[in-house]
């Protein structure tokens, strides 16, 4: 579900969860053990990437229908466990978004240090309300501090879709480059930053990263208590049943 690849002193983690990498409790916990492995083992900068035309398209709504209260609880944990380490890392992380990367893969992104994305047909947001879900006041947040109040209003409210050139335009993302640079060119990125004094460069982070890392702080209990009333409403799981539905007749 993972597949790992040292260039040199960075660590790529490939999501490679077949065929678009849906994010489910197994691959969430999977990333979760390969970032803290990739800083235990001395890496000192991290590239995420994809499939090429998908880096993931969020959660993986099929498998999560079928979980009962209980173990969708333990989803969000594991989710939001995922942004944590991420937005935590003590070393510099880059999103090589490598195609298509809706909701929780833009979610996941967010919390990168730099966003990458591949030139082409492809498109990034956080569409929740189109599901009948909300990204709810800490993935707000995080998305407000890269767009500004207005951008990010817009986006969530209106569960929009961008292209990479819109994305890029907004500050959603940081760059675009044709597919087969996106990793390489996160590389690249990465190069840079570990080529810079790595004492400072890890104070500096922690002070610029600390309003990211303030907002995972204040979820409990019973915040994940709340997605799940969200996600076992009557709205939602119509919503989502027929999100399937479409997804099974390809439309």
């Known amino acids: 579900m ?8 960075i660590r790529e983690l490939r999501l490679a969860r077949p065929p678009v990498n849906a994010l489910n409790p197994e691959l969430m916990r999977r990333f979760n053990a390969e970032m803290a492995a990739a800083i235990a083992a001395g890496a000192r900068a991290i590239v995420i990437s994809g499939q090429p035309g998908m880096f993931t398209a969020g ?10 209260r209980p173990q969708m609880l333990e989803c969000w944990k594991v989710f939001f466990a995922a942004q944590a380490h991420l937005a935590t890392s003590p070393v510099p992380v880059a999103a090589a978004i490598t195609g298509h990367s809706p909701a929780g893969g833009a979610v996941l992104a967010l919390y990168c240090d730099y966003r990458l994305m591949a030139d082409g047909k492809f498109k990034i947001g956080l569409n929740e309300v189109q599901v009948g879900l909300t ?4 993935i707000c947040a995080a998305l407000r501090r890269i767009v500004g109040s207005r951008q990010a209003e817009r986006l969530v409210s ?3 879709l961008l292209s990479p050139a819109e994305a890029v335009a907004i500050d959603l993302v940081d760059r675009v480059v044709p597919l087969q640079a996106v990793v390489p060119a996160a590389i690249e990125w990465a190069q840079q930053m570990i080529s810079l004094p790595p004492r ?5 982070r922690a002070i610029a ?13 019973r915040d994940y208590e709340l997605m799940n009333d969200v996600w076992f409403s ?17 439309s």
């Open 135 to 138: 990204p709810g006041p800490v």
């Open 234 to 250: 009557d709205e939602t799981q119509q919503t989502l049943r027929q999100l399937v539905e479409r997804l099974k007749g390809g």
């Open 59 to 68: 959660l993986d709504v099929p498998e999560l229908l079928r979980l009962d």
């Open 158 to 160: 209106g569960g929009l």
């Open 209 to 221: 990263r600390a309003d990211l890392i303030e907002l995972l702080s204040h979820i409990k209990e």
């Open 2 to 9: 993972i597949e790992t690849k040292d260039h040199g002193p």
């Open 200 to 204: 400072a460069v890890a104070v500096t």
